[in-house]
């Protein structure tokens, strides 16, 4: 018990050391400004928006419709291609490890207000809601909806992220004075989509990335390619079942341990009875070890 | 076994399409910077971008 307490304690310290090392620019807290140096053409992997004070790197799904916003750009290959990259290392660790917004989720499921479900009624249904924002507010009204001028909207960005509204928005709005006289209708629902999805994650676990997270479902298509899997070894599994109790994704790990809903969270490894989850890390150190015994 | 060796197949495969994966969004990347993409990456990011917050 302690050993799978003591885990997860540090997946939580790696979540925050990794919001603070990409969130340190401590003076944009102070000025109400953000930071404008050449790192933001650098994107992070998790859902970071780019306008938060303390954000030192870029949003790789605001700066995937930047690029299809833009006049000179119909497809993104820099971004497109960032997503692949991140993707094939690594997965949907990303939400587990490294997500700002993830970590947000996780403390609030932690809260013991209410009775603890995981997942809202007609779950199979909303896990597919993702793959639609993805592809309509992400893809499509970004690079087809454009202006006189040529220049499109971020659609996700504007009406359902609810990072940008938590880590942008919220502090600018509190610092700027000047960004205070501007608030109108669209930050007003912004922070209700907010609102909705922090109540819903004290009771659900992670509501945003199981249904609405296009960064999530990028990543997800990408699990069961990716270079750090799962595996399950068939014949120490005894289909106990424990680890789909332990996953609050709700995963049947022994039959799909490369779930595009699995976030890598570990806990299902910490549960399993009889170690018959590993990591192709694990597998490949392993492997190592065992060749230059010889 | 035949089971087994079948699973080890076919995880073999996932990793060899994860590396022609990783490559390829390499490629890609490499191909976007070359581009000019991340100039508006960099613009875009080092503004307030007004949409984002819900404000504009």
């Not at chain 1, 050449?38 to 605001?62: D, E, F, R, T």
Request: hydrophobic residues 45%; positive net charge.
């Amino acid at each position: 018990m302690e050993r799978k307490v003591y885990k997860q304690t540090f997946r939580h310290v790696v979540q925050a050391a990794f919001f603070a090392l990409t969130n340190g620019y401590v003076q944009g807290f102070v000025t109400g400004k953000i930071y404008a140096g050449g790192n933001k053409k650098i994107c992070v992997p998790g859902l970071n928006c780019y306008s938060c004070p303390g954000a030192l790197y870029a949003c790789p799904i605001g700066s995937l419709q930047a690029v299809l916003n833009s006049r000179q750009f119909s497809i993104s290959c820099y971004v497109f291609g960032f997503l692949m990259m991140v993707g094939a290392l690594m997965g949907r660790f990303v939400c587990g490890w490294l997500c700002p917004f993830g970590m947000v989720q996780d403390l609030l499921y932690k809260i013991p207000l209410c009775r603890k479900i995981k997942n809202l009624p007609g779950h199979k249904y909303l896990t597919k809601l993702k793959y639609v924002i993805l592809v309509v507010f992400v893809f499509l009204l970004s690079s087809l909806v454009k202006d006189i001028t040529g220049l499109g909207q971020p659609w996700f960005c504007e009406y359902i992220c609810p990072s940008g509204t938590l880590f942008g928005g919220i502090p600018l709005v509190i610092l700027n004075p000047q960004l205070r006289t501007a608030i109108g209708f669209r930050f007003i629902w912004k922070v209700l989509v907010l609102l909705v999805i922090v109540l819903m994650a004290v009771k659900v676990y992670r509501p945003f990335c199981k249904y609405l997270c296009p960064l999530g479902a990028l990543y997800g298509l990408c699990n069961p390619i990716s270079l750090y899997r799962y595996q399950v070894d068939q014949e120490a599994c005894v289909k106990c079942g424990a680890c789909q109790k332990a996953c609050d994704m709700d995963i049947k790990v022994w039959e799909t341990p490369n779930s595009v809903e699995c976030i890598r969270c570990g806990k299902c490894k910490n549960a399993c009875p009889t170690h018959a989850i590993t990591t192709t890390c694990e597998t490949f150190s392993r492997r190592w070890k065992r060749t230059n015994k010889k | 076994m035949k089971e087994q060796r079948m699973k080890l197949s076919a995880d073999r495969k996932a990793g060899m399409m994860g590396v022609l994966v990783l490559a390829l969004g390499i490629g890609l990347m490499i191909m976007g910077i070359r581009n000019g993409e991340v100039q508006v990456v960099l613009e875009k990011a080092i503004k307030i971008c007004m949409e984002c917050i819900g404000i504009g």
